[in-house]
C-alpha cells in the first residue's frame, strides 16, 4: 500500500533512531507541527530511553534529569511508540526503515571517544573517560569494568564538563552519591576507593578551558577537598587576554583565582589544576600505567586566530596508577548510513543527510543531536538542533511524491520487529520498570536504583506485566 501522507488516516510516518534528547526532542516537535499529521517510531538499542540523560549526566545532577518528564511526555503521546532493544543495522536495517517509513531521522548520539594518540594509552589503568561515567550511571555495556581505585593519584585529561564530572564523581564522599541513583556497583566500588588526588591536565591555559561556570564552581564546594591551582599557571599571554571578553571566561578565571587564592589544609582529598600541559606517554611498572609524561605547552597563534597548545620541549613525569582521557566523544558509523570520518559525524546540510560531505542530500533521511553537528553543548542545547531537523522534514514532506513508495501499514514494522527481535519493548513496557526503579529508589531515600543488566531489565518488564 503506498500513497502520500495527507491525513490522520495516512499520516506522515517517520522512524527516529535513537531515544536519547536529540531524538525525543525530534519526536516532540515533529508531533506538534502544525502542517502534517506525524505518527513517529522511536527505535533505541537499550530497553531505556532517555539516552545521555541516563548515562552520561551525572548522578549528583538530578536536576538536570528533570528534562525526563518532557521526554515521557513524549513517549506517552498517542501519535509516537517506543521500540527499545533493538539494534539498527542488525535488528532493524537501513532498507527496512526507508522501506517503511517516509522519512527517517538519525539521532544516535557519539558514541565512542577521541584518543589522545599516545604511547601507553592502551595499558592498563588508562581509560576514555566516558567508560567510567557509564560505568557509575549503570550503563549495561559498562556495568562489569573495574577501575583501580586503589590508586592514590588519578590523572583526567581534559578541561570540558565531562573531566570536571570524572573528578568530582572520584573526590565526592561516597555517602553524598548513596542519595543519588549512582549504580550500586559504583556505588560500592567508590566506598573502597583510596583516590586521594586528582589532576586536571589542560593542554591549554585557563582562558581556552571549555568548562562551564557552575561546574567549575560546584569544585571548589566538595566536602573534604582542598582545590588547588598555582597562581603561575593562571598567568595569561598576550593572546589569550581578549578570550577574558567573553563572560564565562571571565568568570571562570574568577574562579580559579580565587582556589589559587586559598590556603590547603589537611582535607583528605586534594584536587589540582594544571594548565598548559600535554601528557606525551602513558609510563607502565608490571604492565599497568604508573606515570605520565607531561611536556609543557605554550600558546600559538594559527589561522582564524585559534590559540594551539606546542611542545616546549620541557618534561616532567608525575605518577598516578588511574588515567582518564576526557577528550571529547566521537560519532560512529552507522550500517550502511553516509559517514564523515573526519569530522565523526553523519555528512549533513541542516539535518538533512549528504550522501557524502560534498554530495547529495539522501531523500527522506535526515539527522539530529551530536551525529548531526559534532559533540558539544548541553542537553537542551538538543532541543534547537532536533527543531531545526523537525522542521526541514516537515518542509520536505510537502513535497514527497503522490506515490512515496513506502509500505504505510503501521503493523508491518511489528510484524518485522516481532521476526527478528521479539524482545523488543515498548513505552509500557519501560514504564514498569521506570517504576521498579523509583519504587526501589524511594525505598532506600533515593531517586531511583537503576537496574544494570539487560536481562534483568526485560524480566522486571514481563512479569509485571504478566502479574
Ligand atoms: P569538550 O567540552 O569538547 O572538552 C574536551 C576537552 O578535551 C577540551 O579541554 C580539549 O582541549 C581537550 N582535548 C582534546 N584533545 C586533547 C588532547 N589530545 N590532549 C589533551 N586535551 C585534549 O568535551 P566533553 O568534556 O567531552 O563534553 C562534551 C559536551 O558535553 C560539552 O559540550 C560539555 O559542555 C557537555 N557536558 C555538559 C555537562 C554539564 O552541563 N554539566 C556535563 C558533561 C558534559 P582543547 O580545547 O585544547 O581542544
Not at 576507593?193 to 589532576?199: A, D, G, K, Q, Y
Not at 581556552?208 to 598555582?230: C, I
Not at 538538543?382 to 513506502?406: F, Q, S, Y
Request: one cysteine or more.
Amino acid at each position: 500500500m503506498t500513497d502520500s501522507p495527507d491525513s490522520p488516516a495516512r499520516p506522515l510516518r517517520v522512524a527516529v533512531v535513537g531515544a536519547g534528547p536529540a531524538g525525543l526532542f525530534a519526536a516532540d516537535a515533529l508531533v506538534k507541527n502544525k502542517s502534517f499529521d506525524v505518527s513517529v517510531d522511536v527505535f533505541e538499542r537499550w530497553p531505556t530511553p532517555y539516552g545521555l540523560v541516563r548515562e552520561g549526566v551525572a548522578p549528583d545532577h538530578q536536576s538536570i534529569k528533570g528534562v525526563t518528564r518532557v521526554f515521557d511526555r513524549v513517549l506517552q503521546h498517542p501519535a509516537v511508540r517506543f521500540f527499545g532493544n533493538v539494534r539498527f543495522g542488525e535488528d532493524v536495517t537501513r532498507e527496512d526503515l526507508t522501506r517503511i517509513y517516509d522519512q527517517v531521522a538519525y539521532a544516535v548520539g557519539a558514541q565512542t571517544d577521541r584518543r589522545m594518540g599516545i604511547p601507553g594509552e592502551d595499558l592498563g589503568g588508562s581509560w576514555p573517560a566516558t567508560d567510567f561515567v557509564r560505568w557509575y550511571n549503570g550503563q549495561p555495556e559498562c556495568a562489569d569494568l573495574s577501575f583501580k581505585l586503589s590508586a592514590e593519584r588519578a590523572i583526567v585529561v581534559g578541561n570540558g564538563n565531562v573531566a570536571v564530572d570524572v573528578a568530582r564523581i572520584l573526590l565526592t564522599d561516597p555517602e553524598v552519591l548513596a542519595r543519588t541513583d549512582i549504580a550500586n556497583h559504583a556505588l560500592e566500588a567508590l566506598r573502597h576507593s583510596r583516590v586521594r588526588e586528582v589532576v586536571l591536565l589542560g593542554r591549554r591555559g585557563p582562558a581556552q578551558a571549555k568548562f562551564t561556570n557552575v561546574e567549575l564552581k560546584e569544585l571548589g564546594k566538595l566536602d573534604g577537598v582542598d582545590v588547588v591551582v598555582a597562581p603561575e599557571e593562571l598567568e595569561l599571554d598576550y593572546a589569550s587576554s581578549s578570550a577574558v571578553e567573553e563572560k564565562r571566561v571571565a568568570r571562570n578565571l574568577e574562579i580559579l583565582h580565587e582556589y589559587a587564592a586559598r590556603e590547603t589544609t589537611d582535607a583528605p582529598r586534594r584536587l589540582t589544576f594544571r594548565f598548559l600541559v600535554s601528557p606525551v606517554a602513558l609510563l607502565a611498572s608490571d604492565g599497568d600505567v604508573a606515570a605520565v609524561r607531561l611536556e609543557k605547552n605554550r600558546l600559538t597563534q594559527s589561522e582564524g586566530g585559534y590559540l594551539a597548545a606546542e611542545g616546549t620541549g620541557k618534561y616532567e613525569t608525575l605518577e598516578a596508577g588511574l588515567v582518564f582521557r576526557s577528550v571529547g566523544y566521537r560519532g560512529v558509523a552507522l550500517p550502511d548510513v553516509p559517514f564523515d570520518d573526519r569530522r565523526g559525524v553523519i555528512p549533513n546540510l541542516e539535518g538533512r543527510v549528504l550522501t557524502s560531505p560534498d554530495g547529495e542530500p539522501a531523500p527522506g533521511e535526515y539527522v539530529a543531536g551530536w551525529i548531526k553537528r559534532g559533540p558539544s553543548g548541553v542537553i537542551g542545547t538538543n532541543k534547537a538542533c532536533a527543531a531545526e531537523t523537525a522542521a526541514i522534514m516537515i518542509e520536505d514532506a510537502e513535497r514527497l511524491p503522490v506515490d512515496p513508495g513506502v509500505d504505510v501499514d503501521p503493523d508491518s514494522i511489528l510484524a518485522l520487529l516481532s521476526e527478528r527481535c521479539p524482545n523488543y519493548v515498548t513505552a509500557d513496557d519501560w514504564r514498569r520498570l521506570d517504576e521498579v526503579e523509583l519504587a526501589k529508589g524511594s525505598a532506600e531515600g533515593r531517586p531511583r536504583v537503576k537496574v544494570v543488566r539487560v536481562n534483568e531489565m526485560l524480566d522486571l518488564m514481563r512479569k509485571r506485566g504478566e502479574g
